[in-house]
C-alpha cells in the first residue's frame, strides 16, 4: 500500500475510493484531499450516508426493490395497478423504467439473471416469489423487462414458461433497445418505445 505523506490512515481511504466503480488511484486522490479539507460534519455526512445504505436500507418483502420499510414506495402506493407486474433484473431499472413514467404497475426484481456459467441458477433469483406473486391471482400481465441480453432472454424464456397456463399475459419489452445492451444504459426515449411497444411472448 502505497504512502501518502507517511499516513497510513490516508492511503487506507485512498484504497477504499479506489475499489469505487470509475474511480482510477488519480481520482482516488483528489477526492481523499478534497474530503480532508472538507470539515468535519461534511465529511461525516458522507460517512453516514454510505453506512445509512447498508443498515437501513432492505430489500421489499412484496417485489425485492430497496425499500426503506417492510414495502418499497411503489407497493405501498396505492395507485399503483398491481394486475400488472414489470419484471426487472435490478433496482437501477426501476428507477430507469420510472423515469419514462410509462408504467402503471408495480415491479418484481429478479436480484440478477440466469447464467449457468457463473452459477446463477433461477433458484438464486427471485423467481419462485413472482410466479407465486402472479398466482394469487389479480394479476393481469406481466412484462419481461430484463436485458436484451442473452443471459435477460434466456431468463425471459424461463419465467415465460413457468408463467404458461396461469391464465397471465406475458409480453416482453420490443426490440427498440440494441440486443447486448442494459436497460440502465438505455435513454428514456428508447426505453419509452420498447415499454410501449412490448409484444406478447
Ligand atoms: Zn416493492
Same mark, same amino acid.
Given at each position: 500500500?502505497? !504512502?501518502f505523506?507517511g499516513s497510513?490512515?490516508?492511503? /487506507?481511504?485512498i484504497?477504499?475510493? /479506489?475499489k469505487?466503480?470509475g474511480i482510477?488511484p488519480?481520482?482516488? !486522490?483528489?477526492?481523499a484531499?478534497?474530503?480532508?479539507?472538507?470539515? *468535519? &460534519?461534511?465529511?461525516l455526512?458522507?460517512a &453516514?450516508?454510505?453506512?445509512?445504505?447498508?443498515e437501513?436500507?432492505?430489500?421489499?418483502? !412484496?417485489?425485492? +426493490?430497496l425499500?426503506?420499510?417492510?414495502?418499497c414506495?411503489?407497493?405501498?402506493d396505492?395507485?399503483?395497478?398491481? =394486475?400488472q407486474?414489470?419484471?426487472? !433484473?435490478?433496482?437501477?431499472?426501476v428507477?430507469?423504467?420510472?423515469?419514462? %413514467?410509462l408504467?402503471?404497475?408495480?415491479?418484481?426484481?429478479l436480484?440478477?439473471?440466469?447464467?449457468?456459467l457463473?452459477?446463477?441458477?433461477?433458484? &438464486?433469483?427471485?423467481?419462485a416469489?413472482?410466479?407465486?406473486r402472479?398466482?394469487?391471482?389479480?394479476v *393481469?400481465?406481466?412484462?419481461?423487462?430484463? +436485458?436484451?441480453?442473452?443471459? %435477460?432472454?434466456?431468463?425471459?424464456?424461463?419465467?415465460? +414458461?413457468?408463467?404458461? %397456463?396461469?391464465?397471465?399475459?406475458v409480453?416482453r419489452?420490443?426490440r427498440g433497445?440494441?440486443?447486448? =445492451?442494459?436497460?440502465e444504459?438505455?435513454?428514456r426515449?428508447?426505453?419509452?418505445e420498447?415499454?410501449?411497444?412490448?409484444?406478447?411472448?
Open positions: 500500500m502505497a !504512502e505523506g497510513a490512515i490516508l492511503a /487506507r481511504l484504497e477504499q475510493l /479506489r469505487l466503480p482510477g488519480r481520482s482516488a !486522490e483528489r477526492i484531499f478534497h474530503l480532508l479539507k472538507l470539515d *468535519r &460534519d461534511e465529511a455526512a458522507l &453516514d450516508a454510505i453506512r445509512a445504505v447498508k437501513d436500507l432492505r430489500a421489499c418483502r !412484496e417485489c425485492f +426493490n425499500a426503506e420499510n417492510e414495502l414506495h411503489i407497493c405501498s396505492h395507485r399503483r395497478d398491481r =394486475s407486474i414489470v419484471v426487472v !433484473e435490478q433496482p437501477k431499472d428507477l430507469s423504467l420510472e423515469a419514462t %413514467g408504467v402503471s404497475g408495480v415491479y418484481h426484481v436480484m440478477g439473471h440466469i447464467a449457468p457463473e452459477g446463477v441458477g433461477p433458484e &438464486d433469483l427471485t423467481i416469489a413472482l410466479i407465486e402472479a398466482r394469487r391471482g389479480g *393481469r400481465e406481466v412484462v419481461l423487462a430484463t +436485458n436484451p441480453t442473452a443471459e %435477460g432472454d434466456a431468463t425471459a424464456l424461463h419465467i415465460a +414458461n413457468l408463467l404458461a %397456463g396461469t391464465g397471465v399475459t409480453t419489452l420490443a433497445l440494441a440486443p447486448g =445492451s442494459h436497460l444504459y438505455a435513454n426515449a428508447m426505453l419509452e420498447a415499454f410501449r411497444g412490448r409484444q406478447h411472448l
